[in-house]
T-cell receptor
């Protein structure tokens, strides 16, 4: 089984400041990792994902995340945030091989990012 | 325009009534999922279906039921046996692995 811990439930930050949203996971098998974003009263949208290859993955809107296998982490970073980045962010994992959890996502509790002017 | 639709967006029901939430996708995806979202708890898996006419319980299936008679449809029924049904319900679909789950806009159910 897998578990995901997002270490901060809320992160307030000023506009144009850098931000890091932390995600740690636990799994007995190798996993794929995802970050999703949710705006109020909407569904989740994929922000970025790590499947294989380079451990640093980037999104089109300036976010990046680095997969650290030894620390079982997948922290999300942005060097300069905008008001429009205010949302809730979810880290999720799924096993990358067969088994009872195949195809199922396990989510963290979410981190609410609030960007202040 | 491909995607996942959930209806209605807001739903109100009296305690003790069953209610069915709709989820339709035109992405031609094989797998579909239902999640429940509560503040501070992330998303929890209720039921999922890998193919038509087959589905499995997720982590919190008690008080819920589903059907998968068509590839594009995966309705969720919240029964009167669900002790705390008020929540935001999200439907998702996926095609193949590795691949992304795509989410619908959600239905907010309030039981009075």
């Amino acid at each position: 089984a897998q578990s995901v811990t997002q270490l901060d439930s809320q992160v307030p930050v000023f506009e144009e400041a850098p931000v890091e949203l932390r995600c740690n996971y636990s799994s007995s098998v190798s996993v794929y990792l995802f970050w999703y974003v949710q705006y109020p009263n909407q569904g989740l949208q994929l922000l970025l994902k790590y499947l294989s290859g380079s451990t640093l993955v980037e999104s089109i809107n300036g976010f990046e995340a680095e997969f650290n296998k030894s620390q079982t982490s997948f922290h999300l970073r942005k060097p300069s945030v905008h008001i429009s980045d205010t949302a809730e962010y979810f880290c999720a994992v799924t096993p990358n091989a067969g088994g009872t959890s195949y195809g199922k996502l396990t989510f963290g509790q979410g981190t609410i990012l609030t960007v202040h002017p | 325009d491909g995607g996942i639709t959930q209806s209605p967006k807001y739903l109100f029901r009296k305690e003790g009534q069953n209610v069915t939430l709709s989820c339709e996708q035109n992405l031609n995806h094989d797998a579909m999922y239902w999640y429940r979202q509560d503040p501070g708890q992330g998303l929890r898996l209720i039921y999922y279906s890998q193919i038509v006419n087959d589905f499995q319980k997720g982590d919190i299936a008690e008080g819920y039921s589903v059907s998968r008679e068509k590839k594009e449809s995966f309705p969720l029924t919240v029964t009167s046996a669900q002790k705390n049904p008020t929540a935001f319900y999200l439907c998702a679909s996926r095609q193949g692995m590795p691949d992304t789950q795509y989410f619908g806009p959600g239905t907010r159910l309030t039981v009075l």
